[in-house]
Protein backbone atom coordinates (compact mmCIF):
# COMPACT_ATOMS: atom_id res chain seq x y z
CA UNK A 1 0.00 0.00 0.00
CA UNK A 2 1.22 3.12 -1.04
CA UNK A 3 0.85 6.25 1.02
CA UNK A 4 0.02 10.04 -0.70
CA UNK A 5 1.68 13.30 0.22
CA UNK A 6 0.52 16.62 0.71
CA UNK A 7 1.02 17.22 -3.07
CA UNK A 8 -1.62 14.09 -3.99
CA UNK A 9 0.90 11.51 -5.61
CA UNK A 10 2.09 8.43 -4.20
CA UNK A 11 4.72 7.94 -2.16
CA UNK A 12 6.72 4.05 -2.04
CA UNK A 13 6.53 2.28 1.48
CA UNK A 14 10.47 1.85 0.70
CA UNK A 15 10.86 5.66 -0.29
CA UNK A 16 14.34 5.92 1.94
CA UNK A 17 15.99 2.92 0.42
CA UNK A 18 14.47 3.55 -3.11
CA UNK A 19 16.07 6.78 -2.94
CA UNK A 20 19.25 5.80 -1.23
CA UNK A 21 19.67 3.27 -3.94
CA UNK A 22 18.98 5.63 -6.70
CA UNK A 23 21.72 8.71 -5.01
CA UNK A 24 24.65 5.52 -5.06
CA UNK A 25 23.95 5.31 -8.35
CA UNK A 26 25.39 8.34 -9.44
CA UNK A 27 23.43 8.18 -12.92
CA UNK A 28 21.34 11.33 -12.00
CA UNK A 29 22.19 14.12 -14.11
CA UNK A 30 24.86 12.13 -16.53
CA UNK A 31 25.08 12.79 -19.79
CA UNK A 32 23.22 11.21 -22.51
CA UNK A 33 24.25 7.47 -23.58
CA UNK A 34 23.66 5.86 -27.01
CA UNK A 35 22.65 2.60 -25.10
CA UNK A 36 19.37 4.12 -23.79
CA UNK A 37 18.94 6.64 -26.94
CA UNK A 38 18.96 3.62 -29.28
CA UNK A 39 16.25 2.05 -27.08
CA UNK A 40 13.99 4.62 -26.57
CA UNK A 41 13.90 5.78 -30.56
CA UNK A 42 13.49 1.90 -31.48
CA UNK A 43 10.54 1.36 -28.46
CA UNK A 44 8.57 4.64 -30.57
CA UNK A 45 8.96 2.98 -33.72
CA UNK A 46 8.05 0.21 -32.58
CA UNK A 47 4.85 1.08 -30.75
CA UNK A 48 3.96 4.14 -33.43
CA UNK A 49 4.05 6.82 -30.18
CA UNK A 50 5.74 9.86 -30.52
CA UNK A 51 7.29 9.85 -26.99
CA UNK A 52 9.43 7.10 -25.17
CA UNK A 53 11.18 8.13 -22.21
CA UNK A 54 13.89 6.23 -19.66
CA UNK A 55 12.76 8.14 -16.45
CA UNK A 56 14.35 8.29 -12.94
CA UNK A 57 11.82 9.76 -10.09
CA UNK A 58 14.11 11.43 -7.36
CA UNK A 59 12.39 13.13 -4.32
CA UNK A 60 11.17 15.89 -6.24
CA UNK A 61 11.74 15.51 -9.54
CA UNK A 62 10.97 12.98 -12.42
CA UNK A 63 14.75 12.61 -14.58
CA UNK A 64 14.93 11.50 -17.88
CA UNK A 65 18.04 9.88 -18.89
CA UNK A 66 17.04 9.16 -21.83
CA UNK A 67 13.78 10.62 -24.12
CA UNK A 68 12.27 10.38 -27.22
CA UNK A 69 9.86 12.87 -28.68
CA UNK A 70 10.37 15.50 -25.62
CA UNK A 71 12.84 18.02 -25.37
CA UNK A 72 12.90 18.44 -21.10
CA UNK A 73 15.28 17.07 -19.29
CA UNK A 74 13.20 16.73 -15.97
CA UNK A 75 9.59 17.52 -14.67
CA UNK A 76 7.96 18.13 -11.29
CA UNK A 77 7.78 14.49 -9.42
CA UNK A 78 3.65 15.65 -8.79
CA UNK A 79 2.97 15.76 -12.37
CA UNK A 80 4.58 12.38 -13.08
CA UNK A 81 2.72 9.56 -14.22
CA UNK A 82 5.86 7.28 -13.73
CA UNK A 83 5.61 7.83 -10.28
CA UNK A 84 2.67 5.95 -10.02
CA UNK A 85 4.23 2.40 -11.49
CA UNK A 86 6.91 3.40 -9.48
CA UNK A 87 5.46 3.99 -6.31
CA UNK A 88 3.03 0.64 -7.25
CA UNK A 89 5.93 -1.52 -8.25
CA UNK A 90 4.11 -2.53 -11.48
CA UNK A 91 3.27 -1.76 -15.01
CA UNK A 92 1.09 1.62 -15.18
CA UNK A 93 -1.26 1.81 -18.43
CA UNK A 94 -3.76 4.40 -19.45
CA UNK A 95 -5.32 4.27 -22.43
CA UNK A 96 -6.76 7.76 -22.53
CA UNK A 97 -5.55 10.21 -19.64
CA UNK A 98 -8.78 12.49 -19.90
CA UNK A 99 -10.92 10.07 -18.72
CA UNK A 100 -8.47 8.71 -15.83
CA UNK A 101 -9.56 10.25 -12.24
CA UNK A 102 -5.94 10.77 -11.47
CA UNK A 103 -4.88 12.08 -14.38
CA UNK A 104 -7.25 14.51 -16.52
CA UNK A 105 -6.43 17.60 -14.88
CA UNK A 106 -3.14 17.37 -15.17
CA UNK A 107 -0.61 19.75 -16.55
CA UNK A 108 0.77 17.37 -19.18
CA UNK A 109 -2.39 16.63 -19.80
CA UNK A 110 -4.20 19.40 -20.39
CA UNK A 111 -1.63 21.41 -22.05
CA UNK A 112 1.67 20.43 -23.99
CA UNK A 113 2.76 17.67 -24.45
CA UNK A 114 -1.30 16.66 -24.15
CA UNK A 115 -0.35 13.10 -23.06
CA UNK A 116 -3.36 10.51 -23.99
CA UNK A 117 -1.80 7.45 -23.96
CA UNK A 118 0.57 5.91 -21.40
CA UNK A 119 2.77 2.85 -20.98
CA UNK A 120 5.28 2.11 -18.68
CA UNK A 121 6.92 -0.64 -16.54
CA UNK A 122 8.95 0.31 -13.24
CA UNK A 123 12.57 0.00 -13.79
CA UNK A 124 14.05 -2.19 -11.00
CA UNK A 125 17.35 -1.63 -9.53
CA UNK A 126 18.62 -3.87 -6.47
CA UNK A 127 14.97 -4.50 -5.67
CA UNK A 128 14.19 -0.80 -5.43
CA UNK A 129 12.01 0.96 -8.29
CA UNK A 130 13.83 4.02 -9.28
CA UNK A 131 12.10 4.45 -12.49
CA UNK A 132 9.98 3.59 -15.26
CA UNK A 133 10.29 2.95 -19.34
CA UNK A 134 7.51 4.23 -20.76
CA UNK A 135 5.70 5.17 -24.48
CA UNK A 136 3.64 8.06 -24.65
CA UNK A 137 1.32 9.52 -27.35
CA UNK A 138 -0.83 12.40 -27.57
CA UNK A 139 -3.76 10.27 -29.27
CA UNK A 140 -5.75 7.76 -26.86
CA UNK A 141 -5.40 4.11 -27.83
CA UNK A 142 -8.79 1.33 -27.16
CA UNK A 143 -6.21 -1.28 -26.15
CA UNK A 144 -2.91 -2.41 -25.56
CA UNK A 145 -2.91 -5.94 -26.16
CA UNK A 146 -0.86 -8.73 -24.02
CA UNK A 147 1.68 -9.32 -27.01
CA UNK A 148 2.08 -5.56 -26.99
CA UNK A 149 3.12 -5.31 -22.65
CA UNK A 150 5.34 -8.73 -23.35
CA UNK A 151 7.46 -6.48 -25.75
CA UNK A 152 7.50 -3.33 -23.61
CA UNK A 153 8.61 -5.33 -20.63
CA UNK A 154 11.04 -6.88 -22.63
CA UNK A 155 12.61 -3.17 -23.69
CA UNK A 156 12.60 -2.56 -19.78
CA UNK A 157 14.38 -5.05 -18.77
CA UNK A 158 16.91 -4.34 -21.55
CA UNK A 159 17.07 -0.99 -19.98
CA UNK A 160 17.52 -2.62 -16.45
CA UNK A 161 20.58 -4.75 -17.92
CA UNK A 162 22.00 -1.37 -19.33
CA UNK A 163 21.57 0.51 -15.95
CA UNK A 164 23.42 -2.59 -14.12
CA UNK A 165 26.24 -2.14 -16.89
CA UNK A 166 26.40 1.65 -15.77
CA UNK A 167 26.76 0.92 -12.29
CA UNK A 168 29.55 -1.85 -12.88
CA UNK A 169 31.73 0.66 -15.51
CA UNK A 170 31.07 3.35 -12.64
CA UNK A 171 32.30 1.20 -9.70
CA UNK A 172 35.39 -0.11 -11.99
CA UNK A 173 36.26 3.96 -12.72
CA UNK A 174 36.14 4.39 -8.76
CA UNK A 175 38.08 1.55 -8.47
CA UNK A 176 40.38 2.42 -10.74
CA UNK A 177 40.93 6.20 -10.25
CA UNK A 178 41.48 5.00 -6.10
CA UNK A 179 43.73 2.56 -7.15
CA UNK A 180 45.72 4.94 -9.54
CA UNK A 181 45.65 7.78 -6.32
CA UNK A 182 47.07 4.46 -4.19
CA UNK A 183 49.45 3.64 -6.45
CA UNK A 184 51.24 7.48 -7.04
CA UNK A 185 51.10 7.63 -3.33
CA UNK A 186 53.29 3.81 -3.33
CA UNK A 187 55.31 5.59 -6.58
CA UNK A 188 56.03 8.38 -4.14
CA UNK A 189 56.86 6.61 -1.16
CA UNK A 190 59.02 4.31 -3.52
CA UNK A 191 61.24 6.84 -4.75
CA UNK A 192 61.69 8.39 -1.10
CA UNK A 193 62.59 4.75 -0.42
CA UNK A 194 64.99 4.40 -3.11
CA UNK A 195 66.80 7.91 -2.35
CA UNK A 196 66.95 6.37 1.23
CA UNK A 197 68.16 2.83 0.83
CA UNK A 198 71.10 4.57 -2.17
CA UNK A 199 72.14 7.39 0.40
CA UNK A 200 72.32 3.75 2.92
CA UNK A 201 74.35 2.08 0.16
CA UNK A 202 76.42 4.92 -0.83
CA UNK A 203 77.63 5.26 2.86
CA UNK A 204 77.72 1.14 3.47
CA UNK A 205 79.88 0.57 0.18
CA UNK A 206 82.03 3.67 0.19
CA UNK A 207 83.23 3.76 3.21
CA UNK A 208 84.84 0.62 4.56
CA UNK A 209 86.26 0.69 0.64
CA UNK A 210 87.68 3.91 1.52
CA UNK A 211 88.93 2.40 4.55
CA UNK A 212 90.70 -0.44 2.58
CA UNK A 213 91.99 1.82 0.10
CA UNK A 214 93.49 4.16 2.85
CA UNK A 215 95.21 1.46 4.74
CA UNK A 216 96.45 -0.26 1.19
CA UNK A 217 98.50 3.35 0.34
CA UNK A 218 99.79 3.59 4.05
CA UNK A 219 101.58 0.26 3.82
CA UNK A 220 102.47 0.67 0.13
CA UNK A 221 103.99 3.68 0.87
CA UNK A 222 105.63 2.77 4.15
CA UNK A 223 104.19 5.97 5.89
CA UNK A 224 105.20 3.38 9.50
CA UNK A 225 107.97 2.70 8.86
CA UNK A 226 110.01 0.39 5.95
CA UNK A 227 108.82 -3.07 5.38
CA UNK A 228 111.34 -5.94 4.60
CA UNK A 229 109.65 -8.02 2.60
CA UNK A 230 108.66 -6.04 -0.99
CA UNK A 231 105.93 -8.40 -1.65
CA UNK A 232 103.99 -6.76 0.64
CA UNK A 233 104.29 -3.35 -0.66
CA UNK A 234 103.43 -4.99 -4.33
CA UNK A 235 100.23 -6.20 -2.66
CA UNK A 236 99.24 -3.21 -0.53
CA UNK A 237 99.42 -1.81 -4.05
CA UNK A 238 97.34 -4.21 -6.23
CA UNK A 239 94.99 -4.17 -2.83
CA UNK A 240 95.18 -0.13 -3.76
CA UNK A 241 94.52 -0.49 -7.22
CA UNK A 242 91.80 -2.89 -7.18
CA UNK A 243 89.92 -0.79 -4.74
CA UNK A 244 90.60 2.81 -6.31
CA UNK A 245 88.53 0.33 -9.37
CA UNK A 246 86.02 -1.05 -7.16
CA UNK A 247 84.78 2.16 -6.14
CA UNK A 248 84.87 3.66 -9.68
CA UNK A 249 82.09 0.24 -10.39
CA UNK A 250 80.12 0.74 -7.42
CA UNK A 251 79.48 4.52 -7.98
CA UNK A 252 78.27 4.10 -11.26
CA UNK A 253 76.34 1.23 -10.38
CA UNK A 254 74.23 3.48 -8.01
CA UNK A 255 74.28 5.46 -11.00
CA UNK A 256 72.49 3.00 -12.61
CA UNK A 257 69.92 2.29 -9.80
CA UNK A 258 69.03 5.92 -9.24
CA UNK A 259 68.67 6.94 -13.05
CA UNK A 260 68.17 3.89 -15.18
CA UNK A 261 70.63 4.93 -17.27
CA UNK A 262 74.86 4.40 -17.73
CA UNK A 263 76.41 6.99 -19.41
CA UNK A 264 79.77 5.15 -21.36
CA UNK A 265 82.77 6.69 -20.85
CA UNK A 266 84.93 6.15 -23.60
CA UNK A 267 88.89 6.05 -23.49
CA UNK A 268 91.68 4.68 -25.38
CA UNK A 269 93.48 2.44 -23.36
CA UNK A 270 95.74 -1.01 -23.92
CA UNK A 271 93.44 -4.15 -24.11
CA UNK A 272 96.46 -6.44 -23.21
CA UNK A 273 97.52 -4.49 -20.03
CA UNK A 274 94.19 -4.61 -19.10
CA UNK A 275 94.01 -8.49 -19.29
CA UNK A 276 97.18 -9.24 -17.68
CA UNK A 277 95.35 -6.68 -14.65
CA UNK A 278 92.60 -8.60 -14.27
CA UNK A 279 94.73 -11.51 -14.15
CA UNK A 280 96.39 -10.53 -11.26
CA UNK A 281 93.59 -9.12 -9.34
CA UNK A 282 92.29 -12.75 -9.74
CA UNK A 283 95.47 -14.46 -8.22
CA UNK A 284 94.18 -15.43 -5.15
CA UNK A 285 91.46 -17.32 -6.61
CA UNK A 286 94.27 -18.79 -8.70
CA UNK A 287 96.30 -19.87 -6.07
CA UNK A 288 93.23 -21.10 -3.78
CA UNK A 289 92.43 -23.57 -6.67
CA UNK A 290 95.79 -24.60 -7.97
CA UNK A 291 94.58 -23.09 -11.30
CA UNK A 292 96.90 -22.07 -14.24
CA UNK A 293 95.76 -18.77 -16.10
CA UNK A 294 98.07 -19.30 -19.08
CA UNK A 295 97.51 -15.73 -21.24
CA UNK A 296 98.65 -15.58 -25.06
CA UNK A 297 98.96 -12.15 -25.44
CA UNK A 298 101.00 -10.07 -28.35
CA UNK A 299 104.08 -8.32 -27.66
CA UNK A 300 102.51 -5.09 -28.71
CA UNK A 301 99.51 -3.30 -27.37
CA UNK A 302 96.19 -3.49 -28.97
CA UNK A 303 94.18 -0.24 -28.22
CA UNK A 304 90.59 0.02 -28.38
CA UNK A 305 88.05 2.66 -27.22
CA UNK A 306 85.56 2.19 -24.82
CA UNK A 307 84.64 2.06 -22.00
CA UNK A 308 87.44 0.72 -19.61
CA UNK A 309 85.53 -0.02 -16.46
CA UNK A 310 82.97 -1.81 -18.04
CA UNK A 311 85.49 -3.99 -20.02
CA UNK A 312 87.52 -4.59 -16.73
CA UNK A 313 84.22 -6.14 -15.46
CA UNK A 314 83.73 -8.33 -18.73
CA UNK A 315 87.00 -9.75 -18.39
CA UNK A 316 86.89 -10.01 -14.65
CA UNK A 317 83.45 -12.01 -14.58
CA UNK A 318 84.79 -14.66 -17.57
CA UNK A 319 88.16 -15.46 -15.74
CA UNK A 320 86.00 -15.45 -12.42
CA UNK A 321 83.81 -17.55 -14.19
CA UNK A 322 86.39 -19.88 -15.62
CA UNK A 323 87.70 -20.29 -12.39
CA UNK A 324 84.70 -21.31 -10.32
CA UNK A 325 83.56 -23.91 -12.88
CA UNK A 326 87.17 -25.45 -13.86
CA UNK A 327 88.27 -28.63 -11.11
CA UNK A 328 91.00 -27.69 -9.17
CA UNK A 329 94.72 -28.29 -10.94
CA UNK A 330 93.66 -27.41 -14.25
CA UNK A 331 94.66 -25.13 -16.78
CA UNK A 332 92.61 -21.93 -17.92
CA UNK A 333 93.41 -20.36 -21.23
CA UNK A 334 92.86 -16.76 -22.92
CA UNK A 335 94.02 -15.32 -26.23
CA UNK A 336 93.54 -11.51 -27.13
CA UNK A 337 93.89 -10.60 -30.62
CA UNK A 338 92.60 -8.97 -33.69
CA UNK A 339 91.17 -11.13 -36.99
CA UNK A 340 91.15 -10.44 -40.53
CA UNK A 341 88.06 -7.96 -39.84
CA UNK A 342 89.86 -5.82 -37.54
CA UNK A 343 87.76 -6.86 -34.98
CA UNK A 344 89.58 -7.38 -31.59
CA UNK A 345 89.08 -10.50 -30.13
CA UNK A 346 89.33 -11.71 -26.78
CA UNK A 347 89.29 -15.80 -26.05
CA UNK A 348 88.95 -18.15 -22.87
CA UNK A 349 88.79 -22.33 -22.61
CA UNK A 350 88.34 -23.59 -19.63
CA UNK A 351 87.38 -27.84 -18.68
CA UNK A 352 84.17 -28.08 -18.61
CA UNK A 353 80.46 -28.38 -20.78
CA UNK A 354 77.75 -25.88 -20.85
CA UNK A 355 73.86 -27.24 -21.01
CA UNK A 356 72.96 -24.76 -23.61
CA UNK A 357 74.63 -21.75 -25.73
CA UNK A 358 73.49 -18.42 -25.02
CA UNK A 359 72.04 -16.22 -27.59
CA UNK A 360 74.56 -13.19 -28.51
CA UNK A 361 71.97 -10.90 -29.40
CA UNK A 362 69.44 -12.20 -26.46
CA UNK A 363 67.82 -9.69 -23.94
CA UNK A 364 68.55 -10.45 -20.74
CA UNK A 365 66.12 -8.57 -18.50
CA UNK A 366 67.18 -10.06 -15.76
CA UNK A 367 70.56 -11.65 -14.27
CA UNK A 368 69.44 -14.50 -13.40
CA UNK A 369 67.28 -15.59 -16.72
CA UNK A 370 69.78 -17.83 -17.43
CA UNK A 371 70.65 -19.76 -14.79
CA UNK A 372 73.92 -21.87 -13.97
CA UNK A 373 74.46 -22.88 -17.75
CA UNK A 374 77.04 -25.06 -16.38
CA UNK A 375 75.98 -29.22 -16.30
CA UNK A 376 78.48 -29.56 -13.07
CA UNK A 377 76.61 -28.34 -10.19
CA UNK A 378 78.70 -25.92 -8.34
CA UNK A 379 77.66 -23.12 -5.46
CA UNK A 380 75.79 -20.00 -6.51
CA UNK A 381 74.21 -19.92 -9.66
CA UNK A 382 76.43 -19.01 -12.30
CA UNK A 383 75.74 -15.32 -13.17
CA UNK A 384 78.73 -14.28 -14.41
CA UNK A 385 77.89 -15.28 -17.98
CA UNK A 386 74.90 -13.35 -18.31
CA UNK A 387 76.05 -10.19 -16.92
CA UNK A 388 78.76 -10.60 -19.51
CA UNK A 389 76.30 -10.83 -22.18
CA UNK A 390 74.64 -8.24 -20.93
CA UNK A 391 77.55 -5.72 -20.63
CA UNK A 392 79.15 -6.82 -24.02
CA UNK A 393 75.33 -5.63 -25.52
CA UNK A 394 75.75 -1.96 -23.78
CA UNK A 395 78.83 -1.77 -25.45
CA UNK A 396 77.96 -3.04 -28.44
CA UNK A 397 80.48 -5.57 -28.63
CA UNK A 398 79.55 -9.79 -29.12
CA UNK A 399 79.62 -12.45 -27.04
CA UNK A 400 79.75 -16.50 -28.01
CA UNK A 401 80.22 -19.28 -25.51
CA UNK A 402 80.01 -22.83 -27.30
CA UNK A 403 81.11 -26.52 -26.41
CA UNK A 404 84.25 -27.57 -27.72
CA UNK A 405 84.67 -31.47 -28.49
CA UNK A 406 87.66 -31.70 -26.54
CA UNK A 407 85.65 -31.28 -23.51
CA UNK A 408 86.43 -27.39 -22.87
CA UNK A 409 83.79 -23.83 -23.05
CA UNK A 410 85.32 -21.93 -25.25
CA UNK A 411 84.07 -17.96 -24.96
CA UNK A 412 84.51 -14.95 -27.14
CA UNK A 413 84.18 -11.14 -27.23
CA UNK A 414 84.33 -9.52 -29.80
CA UNK A 415 85.11 -5.63 -29.54
CA UNK A 416 84.25 -4.25 -33.09
CA UNK A 417 85.29 -1.38 -35.17
CA UNK A 418 82.85 0.62 -33.65
CA UNK A 419 84.26 0.01 -30.32
CA UNK A 420 87.92 1.47 -31.76
CA UNK A 421 86.20 3.84 -33.44
CA UNK A 422 86.92 7.23 -31.94
CA UNK A 423 83.43 9.11 -30.61
CA UNK A 424 82.98 11.55 -27.62
CA UNK A 425 80.91 9.75 -24.37
CA UNK A 426 77.21 8.80 -25.29
CA UNK A 427 74.88 7.82 -23.02
CA UNK A 428 72.96 4.26 -23.22
CA UNK A 429 70.01 2.90 -21.46
CA UNK A 430 70.63 0.15 -19.22
CA UNK A 431 67.59 -1.62 -19.07
Not at 33 to 61: H, P
Not at 75 to 103: G, I, Y
Not at 280 to 292: F, G, V
Request: charged share 25%; net charge negative; glycine share 4%.
Amino acid sequence: MENVNALNYPIPFDEDYRLQVLHELNILDTEKQTEFDRLVILASKYFSTKMALVSLVDKDRQWLKSACGVNVTEMPRDASFCTHSVAKRRPLLVLDATEDSRFYDNDLVTGPPHIRFYAGFPIFFENAAIGSFCIIDDKPRDNFSEEDQAALKNFTEIVQDQIKLFSITRSNSKTAAEALQSSKRLTKAGTLAKKQFLALMSHELRTPLNAVIGFADVIHNELLGPIENSAYTSYAKEISRSGHRQLELINRVLKLVQTGSLELEKTRFDLVELVKDCAEILRSEQLHKKIELCLTLPSDPIYIKSDQTITQQIILELFANCIKFSPNNSKIYAYAATDSLGQTVLTTRNPGRIERELEPESDIQEIGDIGDVYSRKKDGIGLGLPLVQKLCNLLGAKFFIENENNNLVQTKVFFTKKNQAPGASERRQAS
